[in-house]
């Protein structure tokens, strides 16, 4: 789905690919709510093709019949695959309704994309649902087929996933635990896989004005309300300092479906005016938090289905914005926070050890300063947007 408020690492990249002379066409699954959206997403929500079948019933229709009549043996074969089970794929009637709709899509874009000249790559973001209607849509026009690799798409829904390595001209990943776990899985030594971070605009949140941190300390958390990013342990966290007779405010900004959860246990620790959720914010809402914030904390912990934090974008944009950070060790997350040189990590799931953390950091400027200076710099080395942009823009011109 294109454009998603809690995604502004898409909607960056398409805005480089076009700095870089890359004209992009947006092809989204699904259809966003307007009103959940970035200022600068408005422009591209015009110009995005929604694939949503309820609205394109006789095309999509069209293109399966003109498909079946013109490539049938082509057509099945792709059928049995996608909708083939397997350890990886799934069964069961979801895993079929999922799996058919994004034939169906493939099927579709791979007729508009057929019908127009101009094209010559088809590139997914993420590893399962959108790669796989592109790996079809590829299949059927002889396009180049290619595709990014994030967290949740390869740990918990790898559909397909080595035909897609294998028929992939190549993979980008934004992190080296990605790669590692990729090249491992497809048995392809690596050649195919490349590492390209995911990043951030820095300039964005270096000039988006002069800290000046409120008191009591702000201890501020951007994520989404999901399991894997650890809120359970930070609110745990809280208690404990709250226990000490610490002062602070905790701000939590995001929105999903552990939020009732949340609120329930905010409620009963008695914490209700330590702990302030706010919802979903857009980007130019949040850029002021992090400026009267003390520290940020996103304590990503691994999800009973398997899933994980890639490498969180929140995290770089808050190390971009001058503030220390606090993570825990897991995935590819120590990549960016080096623990004791660019941020803190703890053990994931530890809510004592974090709780040390955050206290260290709020009685500690000195090492405030010193963290957000060097977490400064590492993003500006390794995590910026327009840089690693480049590298994907050599592949797509060459892969």
């Given at each position: 789905?294109?454009?998603?408020?809690?995604?502004?690492?898409?909607?960056?990249?398409?805005?480089?690919?076009?700095?870089?002379?890359?004209?992009?066409?947006?092809?989204?699954?699904?259809?966003?709510?307007?009103?959940?959206?970035?200022?600068?997403?408005?422009?591209?929500?015009?110009?995005?093709?929604?694939?949503?079948?309820?609205?394109?019933?006789?095309?999509?229709?069209?293109?399966?019949?003109?498909?079946?009549?013109?490539?049938?043996?082509?057509?099945?074969?792709?059928?049995?695959?996608?909708?083939?089970?397997?350890?990886?794929?799934?069964?069961?009637?979801?895993?079929?309704?999922?799996?058919?709709?994004?034939?169906?899509?493939?099927?579709?874009?791979?007729?508009?994309?057929?019908?127009?000249?101009?094209?010559?790559?088809?590139?997914?973001?993420?590893?399962?649902?959108?790669?796989?209607?592109?790996?079809?849509?590829?299949?059927?026009?002889?396009?180049?087929?290619?595709?990014?690799?994030?967290?949740?798409?390869?740990?918990?829904?790898?559909?397909?996933?080595?035909?897609?390595?294998?028929?992939?001209?190549?993979?980008?990943?934004?992190?080296?635990?990605?790669?590692?776990?990729?090249?491992?899985?497809?048995?392809?030594?690596?050649?195919?896989?490349?590492?390209?971070?995911?990043?951030?605009?820095?300039?964005?949140?270096?000039?988006?004005?002069?800290?000046?941190?409120?008191?009591?300390?702000?201890?501020?958390?951007?994520?989404?309300?999901?399991?894997?990013?650890?809120?359970?342990?930070?609110?745990?966290?809280?208690?404990?300092?709250?226990?000490?007779?610490?002062?602070?405010?905790?701000?939590?900004?995001?929105?999903?479906?552990?939020?009732?959860?949340?609120?329930?246990?905010?409620?009963?620790?008695?914490?209700?005016?330590?702990?302030?959720?706010?919802?979903?914010?857009?980007q130019e809402e949040i850029l002021p938090l992090y400026n009267r914030a003390s520290?940020?904390?996103?304590?990503?912990?691994?999800?009973?289905?398997?899933?994980?934090?890639?490498?969180?974008?929140?995290?770089?944009?808050?190390?971009?914005?001058?503030?220390?950070?606090?993570?825990?060790?897991?995935?590819?997350?120590?990549?960016?926070?080096?623990?004791?040189?660019?941020?803190?990590?703890?053990?994931?799931?530890?809510?004592?050890?974090?709780?040390?953390?955050?206290?260290?950091?709020?009685?500690?400027?000195?090492?405030?300063?010193?963290?957000?200076?060097?977490?400064?710099?590492?993003?500006?080395?390794?995590?910026?947007?327009?840089?690693?942009?480049?590298?994907?823009?050599?592949?797509?011109?060459?892969?």
């Open positions: 789905m294109f454009p998603v408020i809690s995604e502004t690492f898409t909607l960056r990249e398409i805005q480089m690919l076009e700095k870089n002379n890359v004209a992009v066409q947006v092809f989204s699954m699904k259809r966003p709510e307007k009103k959940l959206m970035h200022a600068e997403a408005r422009c591209f929500f015009a110009k995005t093709r929604y694939m949503d079948l309820g609205r394109n019933l006789y095309p999509v229709l069209m293109a399966h019949l003109l498909t079946l009549l013109f490539s049938p043996l082509k057509y099945i074969k792709l059928c049995f695959i996608v909708l083939r089970p397997s350890p990886y794929n799934g069964k069961g009637a979801r895993f079929v309704l999922r799996s058919a709709a994004q034939f169906v899509r493939g099927v579709y874009l791979a007729r508009i994309i057929g019908s127009r000249s101009g094209f010559c790559r088809i590139h997914a973001q993420f590893a399962e649902g959108s790669s796989t209607s592109a790996w079809v849509a590829s299949e059927l026009t002889g396009l180049p087929f290619s595709f990014t690799a994030h967290a949740y798409d390869i740990f918990c829904l790898p559909q397909l996933l080595e035909e897609k390595i294998r028929s992939a001209s190549f993979v980008a990943t934004i992190s080296e635990y990605n790669r590692r776990f990729l090249s491992e899985f497809s048995n392809c030594g690596g050649k195919k896989i490349h590492l390209i971070r995911a990043g951030v605009n820095t300039g964005l949140f270096v000039s988006a004005g002069k800290r000046e941190e409120e008191m009591p300390p702000v201890i501020l958390c951007v994520a989404q309300l999901v399991e894997k990013k650890g809120h359970m342990v930070l609110l745990e966290a809280c208690r404990l300092m709250a226990q000490k007779g610490i002062d602070f405010r905790c701000i939590l900004v995001g929105d999903g479906p552990r939020r009732r959860a949340i609120e329930n246990i905010i409620s009963s620790y008695c914490l209700p005016g330590k702990i302030i959720l706010k919802g979903v914010l857009r520290v940020f904390v996103l304590p990503s912990v691994l999800a009973r289905d398997g899933d994980r934090d890639g490498i969180p974008v929140a995290l770089m944009e808050a190390m971009a914005a001058g503030l220390p950070v606090i993570s825990s060790d897991i995935s590819g997350i120590g990549e960016l926070v080096e623990n004791g040189i660019t941020g803190l990590t703890v053990e994931s799931g530890n809510s004592r050890q974090l709780a040390e953390a955050i206290e260290r950091l709020i009685n500690d400027p000195g090492l405030r300063l010193q963290l957000s200076r060097n977490a400064l710099g590492k993003v500006k080395a390794e995590y910026d947007m327009e840089k690693n942009t480049k590298r994907l823009v050599t592949l797509l011109q060459c892969g």
